[in-house]
């Protein structure tokens, strides 16, 4: 039975899923718009602070309300994205009768791919739209202003020789590491519903979100930690508004930690599963 193939075509046909796609896009499109339409009234202001496309990208632009939707629902949009096919899976009969056409490892293993790559691609997608109509809206040519040389990267940042090199490779590695990470997070998701018996269905979908909440909270309260904090990490302003630096080791370990996180989860998952099919 080929389970990964089957996943893609549910979560594609979930609705949840298909909400979520929806509000991303809608984001990643009609920002740049309403931020273009905001200068066009104020004409100084954009003397003032500029045109260039890179300042007004969503992942950098922190006053717009695309990037303030986009941070108030990051945690957020990983669970959305697993469709709860999971959950739905265990609460029906639809379990018992895919595990038993084939392998219960298969079925677990395949979710969880099927969820990692699905969420990137997602994410990745949705990201790069908003970066091709933030370029085709605003011009690179414009002189830059002292708004733009304040939201470059301090020196020794992860980004720096990026964008020293060219803005677009900075912008390119945020993007990815943005949709890495909600890929990520969208494994630890369905992780969790696989290793604690949920039955409400707000409950699944509340409950990963409030633990990646509250490990968020214990990193934004430890200053010794702000290097690690992956929301810090995935934030353009970071490498130019704080003054701490932000290096590529702190960025892999971060991450790296995160990853091996989900594989001590699915690990576990696979040893209490091993004899059961319940």
């Known amino acids: 039975m080929n389970y990964f193939k089957l996943d893609i075509k549910r979560l594609l046909s979930s609705k949840m899923v298909r909400l979520t796609i929806l509000i991303l896009l809608a984001i990643s499109i009609l920002d740049p718009l309403t931020v273009l339409n905001h200068f066009s009234r104020d004409p100084n202001m954009m003397k003032e602070i500029g045109k260039n496309p890179f300042q007004f990208w969503m992942l950098m632009n922190s006053v717009s309300w695309g990037n303030n939707l986009y941070n108030t629902m990051f945690w957020i949009f990983p669970v959305l994205l697993t469709g709860l096919i999971y959950f739905d899976d265990k609460n029906t009969s639809m379990y018992m009768l895919q595990v038993t056409r084939d392998s219960k490892n298969k079925y677990i293993m395949s979710k969880l791919l099927s969820t990692w790559l699905f969420s990137f691609i997602v994410m990745l997608v949705a990201l790069e739209i908003n970066i091709i109509v933030t370029y085709k809206l605003f011009s690179e040519n414009m002189m830059l202003s002292e708004h733009y040389h304040r939201i470059a990267p301090n020196k020794g940042t992860f980004v720096y020789n990026a964008f020293s090199s060219n803005p677009m490779k900075m912008v390119q590695i945020y993007t990815v590491l ?16 696989m290793i604690f018996k949920l039955t409400n269905r707000y409950i699944a979908l509340l409950m990963p979100v409030i633990i990646l909440y509250g490990i968020r909270f214990i990193f934004d309260s430890l200053p010794m930690l702000f290097i690690y904090n992956i929301r810090m990490i995935l934030q353009p302003r970071a ?5 701490f630096i932000i290096t590529w080791k702190s960025v892999i370990l971060t991450f790296g930690v995160w990853i091996l996180v989900n594989c001590i989860l699915t690990l576990f998952i696979f040893v209490k599963s091993r004899d059961c099919y319940e």
């Open 239 to 243: 490498t130019s508004a704080l003054e």
């Open 178 to 193: 943005n949709a890495f990470a909600i890929s990520i997070f969208s494994v630890f998701s369905i992780c969790i519903h």
